[in-house]
C-alpha cells in the first residue's frame, strides 16, 4: 500500500515491476554519464545472450569494460552490491565471454566492473562504481 495525502493506493505486482523496471533504466542512464564523465567510451547498452545480459559495455584506452549496474532507493550503495553474488559474477563472465566470441574479440584485455547506484528519497544519488569485482 502507498499513502498520499488521505488517499490510499494499493499497487499490483505489476505496478511494482514497472517501477523497478524504470527504477533500473535511470539508474543505467546514470551509469553511463558517469561513464562518460571519466572518459569510457559507451559501446552498447542491454546486450543480451543465451547466458545472460550485460548492462552496458564500454571502452577505456584498449580496456574493454563488461559493466553490472544495480540501483536500488536508498541512502548508500551497500544494497546495491548486495546481489553481485558469485553466481551472478559468474553469468556476467560467460556473458562477457561470448560477447567477444561473437565480435571477434578473444585476444582484447577485458574486466567487469560494478556500478552500484544509490536514490535516496529526497532525490539525492550516490554512484560507487567498483572495477574488476572478479577480485572480490
Known sequence: QLSVGYKQFILSHNDLMIMKKQLGAYGETLAIAHLEEK????????????????????????????????????????????????????????????????????????RIDAIGIAVSSNKHVTIDHVEDVLDW
Do not use: P, S
Open 39 to 110: 572518459d569510457y567510451r559507451i559501446i552498447d547498452r542491454n546486450w543480451h545472450c543465451q547466458q545472460g545480459e550485460i548492462d552496458i559495455i564500454a571502452c577505456k584506452g584498449d580496456v574493454w569494460v563488461f559493466c553490472e549496474v544495480k540501483t536500488r532507493r536508498a541512502h548508500t550503495t551497500d544494497l546495491a552490491f548486495v546481489n553481485i553474488t558469485k553466481d551472478k559474477q559468474l553469468k556476467m563472465i560467460v556473458a562477457a565471454q561470448q560477447y567477444l566470441h561473437d565480435h571477434d574479440l578473444e585476444e582484447v584485455i577485458w
